[in-house]
């Protein structure tokens, strides 16, 4: 586990503050230090807490998003399919809509001939 992960500092900082409280007669004179990591270590906490809720905010906006997308790529078909019959399906300017306009084929030539001989000798 990295160093820095979440659940290794706060489990580090438990261990360090249990021990320090089992042997408090001998370290009183960390008094100072001993609140100051309990107060990082309450705020360390409510800040995981403050991560976890946009976390799950982040989400809700996501699904939000993706639902909006997914209703706008209906709407740009709409819209399109709107400009292909009212401005024609070869009209050229379908192409400011993202669309293809339908063009017409252009003839087959003709296969060229085979040479005589099939090319064997």
Known sequence: MSKNAYGFTISEIETVLGA????EAIL????FERRALQETLGRIQELKAEQESHRAARQVAT????????????LVEALRDAARSKIGRRNERLVQFGVAPQRRRSGR?????KPEGGGQT
């Open 20 to 23: 320090v409280a089992e042997h």
């Open 109 to 113: 030539k003709a296969a060229a001939p």
């Open 63 to 74: 699904q939000k998003l993706n639902a909006e997308i997914a209703k706008s790529r209906g």
């Open 28 to 31: 009183q004179h960390v008094s």
